[in-house]
């Protein structure tokens, strides 16, 4: 009995011991790089609505149309030149529609220098007959589309607040509306550069708290303060920026210096021509972020973004935020 309960342990050793089933483990994925919008350098959670179209909104900023309204939901702002020595401004909309954005004024035949580049739903009054014509057949090419009051008036409303031609407002809502289909559209924007996303080297710029861009119109003078929270305090005609009561504070200010000139045939009644400028090529800029000033050279070729670099040829970076860009001529003074 001894030798029989012997073989018996000696059989159940032999078999080994009882194998665990194997439980498959799940692949971890690689993490994805945020979303970032293009004309502003903050990140989003949807990599969908960074390839919608952006909105530009061409609105007044001679005296009688301050303050404006819409200026804080931008991502960017050109100042551009007009006729008479004052600027006109093309606020854009990317990151966030606007609610309420106006005094929407008439296109120029300089805007066809940025449309296409931004693959935009570009948003005015009117034009001259020739500039009408000219936006009209640019839109055609699918690179942006237009929105014109003269077209789709129910995009617009005509306020009672505010003498004409200072008094024609609209909203992201509506814009996207009237621009039916094409403005639906998929489109890659091409990106500014921000720091952190940009790699590589970076310039170094010097301490500088403000600057004056003074323009030959009193009305017209703006000037930059930094604040040490992050921002540059901004007046113009010695009034401070602001959208409904709140003040504007840009977080990035680039200057482009650049070839400007008379339109030939386009004076108004007053004798003053429009203008036109060069946007691709190269030309000196100014950058101003962080309480520093950046001293360099902008390029641009075709519909590409501008670039900006120091004599190194190191890159500008911008900072995240809201970015003011003025377009003024070489001959320019910056105090």
Not at 42 to 71: C, E
Not at 142 to 151: I, Q, T
């Amino acid at each position: 009995m001894r030798a029989i309960a012997l073989l018996a342990v000696l059989t159940v050793s032999c078999g080994g011991p009882t194998q665990a089933p194997t439980v498959p483990v799940p692949a971890i994925p690689a993490p994805t790089a945020p979303s970032v919008w293009p004309l502003r350098g903050t990140t989003s959670s949807d990599a969908d609505a960074v390839r919608r179209r952006p909105l530009i909104v061409k609105v007044a900023n001679d005296a009688a149309a301050r303050p404006q309204t819409g200026i804080s939901a931008a991502d960017l702002v050109l100042e551009i030149p007009v006729e008479g020595g004052i600027t006109r401004y093309a606020l854009v909309f990317h990151s966030e529609d606007p609610d309420r954005v106006g005094p929407v004024r008439s296109a120029r035949q300089s805007d066809l220098n940025y449309l296409a580049m931004l693959r935009a739903i570009v948003v005015h009054v009117g034009a001259s007959e020739a500039v009408a014509k000219m936006v009209r057949e640019a839109a055609k090419t699918g690179a942006f589309v237009d929105v014109d009051e003269f077209a789709q008036g129910s995009a617009f409303e005509r306020t009672t607040d505010r003498p004409a031609p200072y008094n024609a407002y609209t909203t992201g809502g509506k814009i996207r509306e009237a621009a039916g289909e094409k403005g639906k559209e998929k489109v890659d924007v091409p990106a500014l550069a921000f720091d952190p996303s940009v790699k590589g080297a970076k310039a170094e710029g010097t301490a500088a708290t403000s600057l004056t861009i003074a323009y030959l119109n009193p009305a017209q003078v703006v000037k930059y303060e930094y604040d040490a929270l992050g921002g540059y305090h901004r007046t113009q005609g010695n009034q401070k920026t602001t959208d409904r009561g709140k003040e504007v504070v840009p977080d990035n200010v680039v200057i482009i210096r650049t070839d400007i000139n008379d339109i030939a045939g386009t004076a108004d009644s007053a004798g003053a021509p429009s203008v036109d400028y060069r946007s691709t090529g190269s030309g000196p800029v100014v950058v101003l972020r962080d309480g520093k000033r950046f001293e360099g050279t902008w390029s641009r070729q075709g519909n590409e973004m501008y670039k900006f670099v120091d004599s190194a040829g190191a890159t500008i970076a911008l900072k995240p935020g809201l970015t003011w860009i003025h377009i003024v001529p070489t001959t320019f003074t910056l105090e």
